[in-house]
C-alpha cells in the first residue's frame, strides 16, 4: 500500500500541531509520500510586504511578485523545516518541488469564468497538474529505497517557468498517478520455465493507495461553527447539497472536487480529518 497524505496550511503555520502529526506521519508503515501547503504563511508574509492576498474559490491569485512570495515560503522554509522534523524522527525525507527530478509538470491556467463572481478570472501564475504530468516511476524509485517524498505546491512547466498549484489539486494527482502506476509485471516473479501456465496472463502489479487530507478540523462540517457537527460520509449528491446550501464553501470545494476525482480515478480510499487523528480511524470519508 501506498498512503498519499496531505496537510495543510493552518498545520504548517502551527508549531505545535505540525511536530504532533510529523511525529505521526513518521510512525505510519510502509511507502507514503507528504504533500503540503502553506497559504496561511504566505498570506502573512504578502501582508507583512505590504500585498494585498486575492483568493477565488479558495484558490490563489499568483501574479510576478506573489509567485516570489509562495515560491520563498512553500518551497523554502515551509518545505525544509517539515523536511528537518521528519529527520529528527527517523523519517528519510527528501523535500522537493515539481520541477525537482521532473516530478511533477504543469499547465498555466488560462483565465477562466467563475460562476460565483459571475465574472472572468486571470489567476497569473497558476498551474493546473493532472496524473498524467506527475513523474510516477521517479517518485516510486524513491519510495523503492525507503525515502519520503515531501512535495509542496510550487510546480514546473518544463519550459523554466514556475508556477503555483493548489496543493489539494497535487495530492490528489499524485494519488492517482502512483495509484496507476505499473510497477511490475506477473512475469517478473514468474519461474520462466517453457511450460509455465500460471503466468499466461501479463497483467501489471500496482500498489492500492489511499488519500488522506488532514487540516484543522475533525472533518467536513456541516455546520462550520460546531465542530462536533462531522460528516461521516459524502457521496456526490451530498456534496451537491452541501454546495447548494453554502455549507462547503472556498477551500473545501477543490478538496472535495479532488477527492472525487481520485476515488473514480483508482485511488481506494479518500478521507479528510483532524491532524491529530492521522493514525486512527475518525474522519469524513468520501464514497
Known amino acids: 500500500m501506498i498512503q498519499v497524505v496531505k496537510i495543510g496550511g493552518n498545520v504548517v503555520d502551527n508549531p505545535t500541531l505540525l511536530k504532533e502529526f510529523v511525529k505521526d506521519f513518521a510512525a505510519?508503515?510502509?511507502?507514503?509520500?507528504?504533500?503540503?501547503?502553506?497559504?496561511?504563511?504566505?498570506?502573512?508574509?504578502?501582508?507583512?510586504?505590504?500585498?494585498?492576498?486575492?483568493?477565488?474559490?479558495?484558490?490563489?491569485?499568483?501574479?510576478?511578485?506573489?509567485?516570489?512570495?509562495?515560491?520563498?515560503?512553500?518551497?523554502?522554509?515551509?518545505?525544509?523545516?517539515?523536511?528537518?522534523?521528519?529527520?529528527?524522527?527517523?523519517?528519510?525525507?527528501?523535500?522537493?518541488?515539481?520541477?525537482?527530478?521532473n516530478a511533477i509538470t504543469a499547465c498555466k491556467r488560462p483565465p477562466v469564468h467563475v460562476e460565483s463572481l459571475g465574472t472572468e478570472v486571470d489567476y497569473g501564475y497558476v498551474g493546473d497538474v493532472t496524473a498524467d504530468s506527475v513523474n510516477a516511476a521517479f517518485i516510486y524509485s524513491l519510495l523503492e529505497k525507503g525515502i519520503v517524498p515531501v512535495f509542496n505546491a510550487i510546480n514546473h512547466d518544463g519550459e523554466g517557468n514556475l508556477l503555483n498549484t493548489n496543493a489539494d489539486t497535487i495530492a490528489s494527482s499524485v494519488a492517482i498517478a502512483l495509484a496507476n502506476y505499473q510497477y511490475r509485471s506477473k512475469k517478473d516473479v514468474c519461474c520462466r520455465c517453457e511450460e509455465c501456465t500460471h503466468c499466461s496472463d501479463d497483467g501489471r502489479l500496482t500498489h492500492e493507495t489511499d488519500l488522506v487530507f488532514c487540516f484543522e478540523k475533525d472533518g467536513v462540517l456541516y455546520d462550520k461553527d460546531d465542530d462536533s457537527s462531522v460528516i461521516p460520509e459524502i457521496g456526490r449528491e451530498k456534496f451537491a447539497q452541501l454546495k447548494a446550501e453554502g455549507r462547503v464553501a472556498d477551500g473545501m470545494i477543490p478538496k472535495l472536487t479532488n477527492s472525487f476525482k481520485a476515488i473514480d480515478s483508482g485511488v481506494a480510499k479518500v478521507i479528510i480529518k483532524h491532524a491529530r487523528n492521522l493514525l486512527n480511524t475518525t474522519g469524513t470519508t468520501l464514497v
Open 28 to 101: 505510519m508503515p510502509g511507502m507514503k509520500v507528504l504533500i503540503h501547503g502553506g497559504g496561511v504563511m504566505a498570506s502573512k508574509m504578502q501582508k507583512d510586504m505590504g500585498m494585498v492576498p486575492v483568493m477565488v474559490e479558495g484558490r490563489r491569485v499568483t501574479d510576478e511578485e506573489t509567485l516570489k512570495v509562495v515560491t520563498m515560503v512553500y518551497a523554502g522554509w515551509c518545505n525544509k523545516n517539515i523536511t528537518a522534523l521528519l529527520q529528527a524522527e527517523g523519517c528519510n525525507a527528501i523535500g522537493l518541488t515539481g520541477a525537482d527530478g
